[in-house]
């Protein structure tokens, strides 16, 4: 778990979360920050192979919404 931010317009401690999206046949997947630009892949999608690939955590302000997305190297 990471150290729990503060809302830079509210100043209040934010809630740690995720963001899903959706897959293949609505399969709710954690999303990915992936090294390097973005690559179109030789079918569909994009190239990943052998880039660092890191899961994305997200902080929220209970007070006004505001986001915050951490890709930190430990993977959380």
Known sequence: ????????VCRVLMEEGHVLD??????????YWNDGPAEKGRFQG?????KRRIAISTFRCPRCGWLIWFAPESGV
């Open 1 to 8: 778990m990471m150290q729990q931010p503060e809302c830079p």
């Open 22 to 31: 959706t897959g293949d046949n609505n399969t709710l997947i954690r999303m």
């Open 46 to 50: 994009h190239k990943i192979k052998g």
